[in-house]
């Protein structure tokens, strides 16, 4: 019941703003990511999320946006053009399976605003957000998103696995099933928290001392993975 409650205030204070330190398992990456819902993408926030947190700043969506908006996983771009590039394909990880290779995709900037500041960068993920909020019945979708934005840019675009943590438990695919328990638009602000004194990641007992300073929340993976479970979902 502990676990549920606990679950259930994080949720409340997701939706309303506020950052998670999630960490993941130890088995995994075993490090802390910052973590922000889209449309709470504001300047001071950024701000924040590069001082406190430091690491890159991604922007990850919905398997299912992805797919409407004919976006691949960078893996799948790489492999993609094996005729042309013949070597590109030998930088692909296959030591893991295809729902663990990495969550990354392109990069992007909003065409007129850029995303070099962090104003830039606010906008950029307040224009993509808004152009997700309620997607699925949006027929031009796609065509209003590759006219909005452009690629190379400064933020790194990260698409979650089809059925989130069912089927893998990153960062990603937990931050965007948040999303789904606020009821909020699928698209996640995240770094990963580093360490400016031992250039590393930041510890967890750091990352801890972190969350109770600046009034933001910690979460294990554990902790959301149970609940995944435990409410049948």
């Known amino acids: 019941m502990e676990d549920t409650d606990e679950i259930e205030s994080i949720i409340t204070q997701f939706r309303t703003g506020n950052f998670i330190l999630l960490h993941d398992d130890e088995s995994r990456e075993n490090e802390v990511d910052m973590i922000l819902a889209g449309k709470f993408a504001t300047p001071d926030n950024i701000q924040i999320m590069r001082e406190i947190g430091g690491g890159l700043l991604c ?107 069912k089927l893998r438990q990153g960062h990603t695919e937990l931050a965007l099933f948040l999303t789904n328990l606020a009821q909020l638009t699928p698209v996640v602000i995240m770094c990963e928290m580093l360490d400016g004194h031992t250039f590393d990641s930041r510890s967890v007992e750091d990352c801890k001392k972190i969350a109770e300073q600046n009034k933001f929340l910690f979460l294990e993976s554990e902790t959301l993975i149970k609940y995944y479970y435990d409410q049948k979902i």
Not at 124 to 137: G, M, R, V
Not at 139 to 155: A, C, D, R, V
Request: proline share 2%; with cysteine; glycine share 6%.
């Open 59 to 165: 922007v990850a969506i919905s398997n299912e946006i992805g797919l409407r908006l004919d976006l691949p996983y960078m893996w799948q771009l790489l492999d993609s053009v094996n005729d042309r590039y013949s070597s590109l394909s030998n930088i692909i990880n296959t030591d893991v399976s295809v729902n663990n290779r990495s969550t990354h995709s392109i990069t992007f900037n909003q065409r007129k605003l850029g995303s070099v500041t962090d104003l830039g960068k606010s906008n950029t993920i307040i224009s993509l957000t808004k152009l997700c909020n309620n997607w699925s019945t949006k027929n031009n979708l796609k065509n209003i998103f590759y006219s909005t934005f452009e690629s190379p840019g400064h933020l790194q675009l990260l698409i979650g696995t089809k059925g989130l943590i």
